[in-house]
């Protein structure tokens, strides 16, 4: 049983042709591979399925496909997604970085250049090292994603537990203000006060001494506690 046999896949292509073609190339991978006919569609079959993985075109009827990824990055901001795309234009491509697309090809689709992007993808979601140490007796369970001090689960909401995942995520780093509204707040509009009441909030939960800032910059996990 390879890595791949355990994934979900969800594909999301308008055109009848390259759907069919993609899904005989690459479908037999995967445990599952769901295919959707536009952006709407795969909105509701992410919901219904929630997949691994999901790879889409950009243009697409009723919903399109950076419309369609920002939805599925409201609602699992962690899951992996491929943006296949016969545009190259800068302006397209800022957009699908903006979403928070993971991977972006070019048409026409070389098989072995998308499997590839998957293998790496899949590597990270299949990592073994689920439980993440930071020190201080405090991990962070990314299967289950829950933070964890000396065993017991700290209840976190789910705004507090992207805010833990992007600073367990760059470990050993500072993670800038703006970087932090785009992840946890989706570029809403947000101020710094707010900010400063809602660490305050995740402090009373975590300890003081787990997260540090430095004024007007960013946080970082204390890992020296």
Do not use: C
Request: a neutral charge; proline letters at 3%; aromatic letters at 8%.
């Amino acid at each position: 049983m390879g890595k791949l046999d355990s994934l979900t896949v969800l594909f999301v292509e308008d055109e009848k042709e390259l759907r069919n073609a993609l899904m005989s190339a690459i479908g037999d991978e995967f445990g599952k591979f769901i295919v959707a006919i536009d952006g709407d569609d795969g909105l509701k079959k992410f919901k219904k399925f929630k997949p691994d993985l999901v790879i889409t075109d950009i243009l697409m009827p009723i919903k399109d496909g950076l419309e369609m990824a920002k939805g599925i990055k409201e609602i699992s901001r962690e899951t992996p997604i491929i943006v296949l795309s016969a545009f190259s234009e800068k302006d397209r491509l800022l957009k699908a970085i903006d979403v928070g697309i993971d991977k972006y090809l070019i048409k026409p689709i070389d098989p072995d250049e998308l499997m590839l992007s998957i293998n790496l993808l899949a590597d990270e979601l299949l990592s073994v090292d689920k439980i993440i140490e930071l020190g201080g007796g405090y991990q962070f369970d990314k299967n289950k994603k829950v933070l964890i001090k000396n065993t017991e689960i700290i209840p976190l909401t789910k705004k507090e537990l992207l805010f833990i995942s992007i600073l367990v995520r760059n470990l050993g780093v500072f993670v800038l203000h703006e970087e932090i509204k785009k992840y946890v707040w989706t570029n809403k509009n947000v101020t710094d006060a707010a900010i400063r009441t809602f660490i305050k909030r995740v402090r009373e939960k975590t300890g003081k001494e787990f997260i540090k800032n430095i004024p007007g910059l960013g946080y970082k996990i204390n890992s020296d506690i």
